[in-house]
């Protein structure tokens, strides 16, 4: 059962978050900063280095990880109301968080080995190390599976070939954890296994890949005969694909896109209330109306799926299908409410010029180009599709 209120002491630690938050938006935000106004050439990843500063400066990028690697030992509901608080202010907090904390970590926790814990888990939470994940390839995105980077046995080390695809932050990370093929012969999903590598190593090249929205943060990495230690294996060797999929069950569950997506829907709203009438022209477009009161409701839907995968979190589970819910929901609701800034502005809405304020200075364009990813990036709509179908609805396999 879902239970929605806070016990005072929850109360409390919820206040507690809401003034830290005050206190450090003056500090981390740009004065007259909207996050509407996404343009090109804004500030948004010191924005987003500072606010992280913040809160590993006071313990709050984990607090609910275990206290002998850097966590503050809070209950998984407190952790939540952080993310919800953070979420009401800053928008989406994954981009916020990072994937060590909102994914890696959490699985290094449930698989890693007690040394790999004591080395990763500080750094992460201190925000002195930063992660890329090694997933996707060229011919291995939906069909993960597939993949073909081989990790062979060399002694007491592996040597890894091949490449990987969507590598997003790969030009600043510190580190990759990925999964590679250890057993060629054996059934896909069956031979795979999960390391780590530091991204100096010889023979890891990286090019970049700019998305649509023309932002670099994709990349391809290039692995020729890279050597890592064996002791870089995380979790048991040829079972790497249980363990990405427990980081996947991780990536989809997060609250603050759900929150992220109340707020733009309120902000987009108060965008219709300021703009005169003869530009929007709200009053003879009922179907346009009719379309923000569906996404108004949407949004509540997105919190009520991320209430869900909290209590199940509370009650020391790992969220499956139900990760999968929330992922094809909110990403779909993701491209909704970014066709709905678009259709506000009217023509406007195609503008991309950060010098003019028609058009949001670009804001809504950018945000429609990349809305286009959200049913790709953490498995696309038709994996979730299936993943709901064979495992939250029994259904038989086609």
Not at 111 to 138: A, M, N, R, V, Y
Not at 190 to 209: A, H, K, N, T
Not at 263 to 280: F, H, S
């Amino acid at each position: 059962m879902v239970d929605f209120t806070d016990t005072p002491e929850q109360a409390e630690f919820r206040a507690m978050v809401r003034d830290f938050i005050e206190d450090t938006a003056t500090v981390a935000e740009r004065p007259g900063d909207d996050p509407l106004m996404e343009r090109a050439g804004s500030d948004s990843e010191g924005v987003t280095l500072r606010w992280r500063k913040a809160l590993a400066e006071r313990g709050w990028l984990g607090p609910h990880w275990p206290k002998e690697y850097g966590g503050l030992g809070l209950t998984v509901t407190e952790q939540f109301i952080l993310n919800q608080e953070l979420a009401g202010r800053v928008g989406g907090i994954s981009g916020l968080l990072g994937i060590a904390v909102m994914m890696f970590g959490p699985t290094l926790i449930l698989t890693g080995s007690e040394e790999q814990k004591q080395q990763h888990l500080p750094k992460i939470l201190t925000d002195e190390f930063e992660w890329c994940q090694g997933w996707s390839e060229p011919s291995a995105g939906s069909d993960l599976a597939s993949l073909q980077t081989r990790a062979k046995r060399d002694g007491d080390d592996f040597i890894i070939s091949g490449q990987k695809i969507w590598t997003s932050r790969a030009h600043k990370a510190d580190g990759m954890y990925f999964i590679a093929r250890t057993n060629p012969d054996a059934p896909k999903h069956r031979g795979i296994s999960f390391f780590w590598m530091y991204m100096d190593l010889p023979g890891i090249s990286v090019r970049p890949l700019v998305n649509l929205a023309n932002r670099h943060s994709f990349n391809e990495v290039f692995f020729e005969d890279v050597r890592i230690p064996a002791a870089n294996m995380i979790g048991e060797e040829d079972r790497g694909w249980y363990a990405a999929a427990t980081l996947l069950d991780f990536e989809r569950s997060g609250i603050g896109n759900s929150i992220g997506a109340s707020q733009l829907v309120k902000r987009i709203v108060d965008l219709a209330n300021d703009l005169p009438e003869e530009e929007t022209h709200l009053s003879e477009r009922p179907m346009l109306r009719a379309q923000f009161a569906d996404r108004a409701i949407e949004a509540e839907v997105g919190m009520l799926f991320s209430f869900r995968i909290m209590t199940m979190q509370v009650e020391g589970l790992v969220p499956n299908m139900e990760a999968s819910v929330a992922k094809l929901f909110n990403s779909e609701m993701t491209q909704r409410i970014a066709q709905l800034h678009m259709s506000l502005l009217g023509l406007y809405g195609n503008l991309w010029d950060e010098h003019r304020e028609e058009g949001q200075h670009g804001a809504a364009a950018q945000r429609y180009l990349q809305a286009a990813s959200s049913t790709i990036g953490g498995g696309t709509s038709e994996i979730q599709r299936n993943i709901i179908a064979t495992r939250g609805l029994a259904l038989p396999r086609g």
